[in-house]
């Protein structure tokens, strides 16, 4: 595997379900980022985690939970979603030092669907 | 409090023509400026980047400019060929800063 992965790509969940999502960054960078995508919106950043710290909560509600066990993986937690939080949720990575440290690398993106 | 603003949301062009994007920008604290393209079904790869030092980058087809008194840029991209046709997102970062603002996007259709 190369770049930034996640899975699943798709996933649909009710509103009382638990579910996870992952990513996994192939690139040696030390920081991850969780965003949320909704159709015709900016990309909106959720979660920053720089070497393995949480330096990023932009006011996401509870019900969304990260979880960075180590500089490759990501998780996000998901329970009692409502239908508002379908979206399109992308990881991505990238240095935090350097001449290319704004770059970020995307994953496909999981397409979340709350019914 | 969007930033970052993309205020064209589709762009058609014909093929071989130029195909201008543009982004206005409001924060000042802001000096580094990227685009990065998106099609359906992938993530967002990065494009093309601009530092606040300079009013110009280019990178074969692609070019940015900057107009740091507009506070606006804008990428060419000449000639459009149809494997372009994707969506087009500005974003900024600011000084010492690794986290980007991401505007709303611009989906560019090129036509045959």
Partial sequence: ETGVTQT???????????KSLKCEQHLGHNAMYWY???????????????????VENNSVPSRFSPECPNSSHL????????????????????ETSGGSYYEQYFGPGTRLTVT | DQQVKQNSPSLSVQEGRISILNCDYTNSMFDYFLWYKKYPAEGPTFLISISSIKDKNEDGRFTVFLNKSAKHLSLHIVPSQPGD????????????????????????????
């Fill in chain 1, 8 to 18: 699943p790509r798709h996933l649909v969940m009710g509103m009382t379900n638990k």
């Fill in chain 1, 36 to 54: 949320k995508q909704s159709a015709k919106k900016p990309l909106e950043l959720m979660f920053v985690y720089s070497l393995e710290e949480r």
């Fill in chain 1, 75 to 94: 998780f996000l937690h998901l329970h009692t979603l409502q239908p508002e939080d379908s979206a399109l949720y992308l990881c991505a990575s990238s």
């Fill in chain 2, 85 to 112: 046709s994707a969506v087009y997102f500005c974003a900024a970062a600011e000084v010492n800063d690794y986290k980007l603002s991401f505007g709303a996007g611009t989906t560019v259709t090129v036509r045959a």
